[in-house]
C-alpha cells in the first residue's frame, strides 16, 4: 500500500523569495534607511496632523488654553529680568539693550529645551500608538519636535513686538533670524531622535533630561552675555561661546541686535553641528526601529 504523498516543505531560501515575490516582509523587522525614509515623506500628511492635533490639544485644560504658550517665556522673561537684570546687575553688563537680549534668549532656549525634553519622550508617551499600528517611528519624533515649532511661532511674534518697542527698527537682517531657527529646528529634531531611542530603552534617563536642558540654560547665556563672561577664562570660555546652545541663541540675536556680531564661521559651525545631530540623530534611531513598542 502506497503511503500518502507528503507535502514539500519549503526551504528558509524559497520561502523568503516566495515571500518577496508577493511583497511580504518579516514582522517587526527593521526596514533599509532608504525605503524607510521614503516611507516617512509618504507619510508627511500623518505626521503634520498629529503634531497640529497636539499642538492644539496642549493647555487645552486650562482657561487661557493656547496663550501659555506665549506667556509661559513671558513670565520667564520677567523672573529672569528681576532677578539677574536689577538684583544681579553683573549679567547685564557689556549688553546695551537686556531686555531684548534676554527676550530672545529667553523665547528660543523654551523651543530648545520643550523640544528636547518632549523629544525624549517621543517613543514611550506613544507606545499604545507604537504597538497598535505600523509606521515609520521617526514619524514620532518629528512630529513632537514640529508640534513645538507651531506652538512657537506665536511667540516669535511676541518677540518681535518686544524688541521693536524697545526701539529697535526691523530691517533685511531680520531675515536672518529665520535660518537660525531652522538650524535650531535641526539640532534639536536630530537631538531628538537620539534621546528618544536612549529613553524608550531606559525609561529612568528621561528624568535627566530636563536636568540637562536646565543645566544648559545657565552655560548658554540666556540671560547674561556669555561673551563678557567668558573672556577671562581663556580656552573654556571660547569652548562656552561655541557649544551649541550658546552659539544659536548668538545667531538669532546677531539677526536682531547690531550689538551682537556673528560671522560665517559662527554660522559654518552652526550649519555643521545640525547636520550632524540630524543626520546621527536620524541613523542611530533608524538602527532601533524593529525594537520599539516590543521592550
Known amino acids: ?8 516543505v519549503l526551504s528558509t531560501a524559497d520561502a523568503a523569495a516566495l515571500a518577496s515575490r508577493y511583497g511580504l516582509r518579516k514582522l517587526g523587522a527593521r526596514p533599509r534607511l532608504v525605503p524607510y525614509t521614503v516611507s516617512i515623506w509618504r507619510r508627511r ?5 498629529l503634531a497640529r492635533s497636539d499642538a492644539y490639544g496642549k493647555n487645552q485644560g486650562s482657561y487661557l488654553g493656547q496663550l501659555w504658550g506665549v506667556l509661559k517665556p513671558l513670565l520667564q522673561v520677567g523672573i529672569f529680568y528681576v532677578v539677574f537684570g536689577i538684583l544681579i546687575k553683573e549679567a547685564s553688563r557689556g549688553v546695551a539693550d537686556f531686555v531684548s537680549y534676554l527676550v530672545i534668549g529667553t523665547f528660543l532656549f523654551e523651543f530648545m529645551a520643550s523640544g528636547l525634553n518632549n523629544g525624549g519622550r517621543a517613543i514611550a508617551s506613544k507606545v499604545k500608538l507604537v504597538r497598535a499600528l505600523e509606521f515609520p517611528r521617526a514619524v514620532l519624533p518629528i512630529s513632537v519636535t514640529l508640534t513645538e515649532m507651531i506652538m512657537m511661532w506665536p511667540a516669535l511674534a511676541i518677540m518681535l513686538v518686544i524688541v521693536m518697542v524697545r526701539g529697535h527698527t ?9 535660518p537660525a531657527v531652522m538650524l535650531i529646528y535641526m539640532f534639536v529634531l536630530g537631538c531628538g531622535f537620539f534621546l528618544a531611542r536612549v529613553v524608550s530603552a531606559t525609561p529612568d534617563l528621561g528624568n535627566l ?12 547665556g540666556v540671560f547674561f552675555s556669555l561673551e563678557v563672561l567668558a573672556a577671562g577664562f581663556g580656552v573654556l570660555g571660547q569652548i562656552a561661546i561655541l557649544e551649541p546652545f550658546a ?14 556680531p556673528a560671522g560665517w564661521a559662527e554660522w559654518g559651525l552652526g550649519l555643521a553641528y545640525s547636520l550632524v545631530a540630524l543626520a ?6 533608524w538602527l532601533a526601529e524593529a525594537r520599539y513598542g516590543r521592550d
Not at 500628511?45 to 496632523?49: L, N, S
Not at 526691523?170 to 529665520?178: A, D, I
Open 209 to 220: 533630561v530636563p536636568i540637562f536642558t536646565q543645566l544648559a540654560r545657565y552655560v548658554a
Open 45 to 49: 500628511d500623518f505626521t503634520w496632523e
Open 1 to 8: 500500500m502506497n503511503s500518502p504523498s507528503q507535502p514539500s
Open 280 to 285: 546621527g540623530g536620524y541613523v542611530f534611531f
Open 170 to 178: 526691523p530691517t533685511w537682517s531680520w531675515l536672518l533670524l529665520v
Open 247 to 260: 552659539l544659536y541663541l548668538r545667531l538669532a540675536r546677531s539677526a536682531i541686535l547690531t550689538e551682537v
